[in-house]
Structures are given as structure tokens and as C-alpha cells.
């Protein structure tokens, strides 16, 4: 449930409603703290307290999040290759509907200018889901490409060219790629933990009484943190939200002459 409202949400408004809940959450956090721990606490405890409990899980909570940023980043990185290469492949099947006599080329580059269209749109639209899913109107052109290409050998008595076939696997290959980098790797189970930490390490500070600039400051400090995990989630969706792998290559494919 928590999950299905989370991607109800719009981009701009997750990153204002983290923001809200992480703020409020630890500022009242450490207000319950400063009225039942620190009251009565002695300079010691104190000192205790905040260097090996606040210190420690504030911490151990940027400790995640840099974790998982890496993670998620890399994933990123690896969504937003796979649209190079995928782009490249098709340009190279294209070229080769071009050029080999063993293509029938009017019918490919219609099928394969059909699949690029497919994939910048239909494509995006199911990967940026809760549960990721490539289009069927995609797969559809895709596999009648290579469908089209062994009846037209089978007709001619001749083989399929290699180059192409190699070519489509690959772009096969690179597609379920798209699918997999859209999978989230971070668990709304991390996001929980990681807030859990920060309004315990909030509670903690309560041996500090909280005045007005240091409440500001913590406000801020906050949401850093909530602002990091926003972005995380963002990253997380790389075919979805502000932080979308771009759809430029197969676009810049689409807008350039497709006759044999």
C-alpha cells in the first residue's frame, strides 16, 4: 500500500512530502526527547549520549544512504548505456536493411522505424510503472522483423544474413537489459529503517535543549537527508520521474531519413 500511494506521487511532490514528514517527524522527535531524556540529564550522560548513540546512527544512516546511491547510480548509468547501445543497434540493422541483398529492406526499415517508435514511447511508459514491463506493441515489430526475414529466405532458397541475425539478438539482449536496469533495487523496507534511524537519533538529541536557530538548523540538516533520499528514489526509476535516462538517441534515429 505504501508503495502503490509512494508512486501515486508526482516527482516534485515526494521530494516536498519526505521533506515535510522527515522535518516534523524529527523535530518532534527531539522535543519528546528534551522532556523525558534530557531532563535531569547530567552533563556526562550527556556527553555519552550524544557522541556514541546520535552521533553513531546519524552516522550509520548517511553510511546507507551513500551505499544505496551508489548502487542506484550505477544501475542508472547501466539504464542509460543500454539506450546508446540500443539505439546503435538499430541504426546498424537499419544500415544493413540499406546495403545487404539478403534483406528485404523496405519491410525491415518499416518494422524497425515501427519498434524505435514503440520503444521511445510505449516502451517508457511501462518501464516508468510500479511493476516494470516492456510494450507488446514493441516486441510485436520486433519479433515480425525477424519473422519477415526467414520467409523471405525460406521463398528464395537462401540463408538469413549472419550480420543481421547477430544484430537482432543483440538488440533483443540489450531490450530485456532496459527491463532489468528499471527493476528498484532499494527496498521500501530501507526507507523505513533509514527514517526509524533518524527520528531515534532526533529522540537522542533531546539531551540538547532545542532553541529556536538550533531547530532551524536541524530542520536543514533533515532535509538533507530527505532530499538525498528523494534523490536515490529518483535514480532508482530511470525511466520515470525527473531523473529519466533520456530517450534522445532513439529520437535523433527517428527524425533522420529511413529510406533504403
Excluded at 551508489?70 to 546498424?92: D, M, P
Excluded at 541475425?165 to 528499471?182: G, M
Excluded at 530542520?219 to 520521474?241: Q, S
Amino acid at each position: 500500500m505504501l508503495d502503490a500511494f509512494l508512486a501515486s506521487l508526482s516527482s516534485l511532490t515526494l521530494l516536498l512530502f519526505l521533506n515535510a514528514i522527515l522535518i516534523a517527524g524529527g523535530l518532534l522527535a527531539w522535543w519528546i526527547g528534551s522532556l523525558t531524556l534530557g531532563r535531569g540529564c547530567s552533563d556526562e550522560d550527556r556527553t555519552t549520549i550524544w557522541n556514541f548513540a546520535a552521533k553513531g546512527l546519524f552516522s550509520f544512516v548517511i553510511f546507507l544512504l551513500s551505499f544505496s546511491f551508489g548502487k542506484v547510480f550505477a544501475n542508472y548509468y547501466e539504464a542509460s548505456a543500454s539506450v546508446h547501445r540500443e539505439a546503435a543497434l538499430i541504426e546498424q540493422l537499419r544500415n544493413l536493411a540499406a546495403v545487404d541483398p539478403d534483406v528485404d529492406g523496405p519491410e525491415v526499415l518499416d518494422d524497425l522505424r515501427r519498434y524505435a517508435e514503440a520503444v521511445a514511447t510505449k516502451d517508457w511508459e511501462g518501464l516508468g510503472r510500479p511493476v516494470p514491463e516492456l510494450s507488446d506493441e514493441a516486441l510485436a515489430h520486433l519479433l515480425e522483423i525477424r519473422r519477415e526475414q526467414y520467409a523471405i529466405a525460406r521463398a528464395s532458397g537462401s540463408s538469413v544474413s549472419g550480420d543481421f541475425i547477430d544484430a537482432w539478438n543483440d538488440l533483443e539482449d540489450v531490450r530485456h537489459e532496459r527491463e532489468e536496469a528499471a527493476s528498484e533495487l532499494a527496498p521500501t523496507v530501507l526507507w523505513i529503517v533509514v527514517t526509524g534511524m533518524l527520528l531515534v537519533a532526533c529522540f537522542l538529541s533531546g539531551v540538547h535543549r532545542p532553541t529556536a536557530r538550533k531547530m532551524i538548523g536541524v530542520a536543514i540538516y533533515l532535509g538533507t537527508f530527505a532530499t538525498v533520499m528523494w534523490l536515490i528514489g529518483e535514480l532508482d526509476r530511470p525511466f520515470a520521474g525527473y531523473c529519466q535516462a533520456s530517450r534522445l538517441p532513439i529520437e535523433r534515429l527517428l527524425a533522420e531519413p529511413w529510406t533504403p
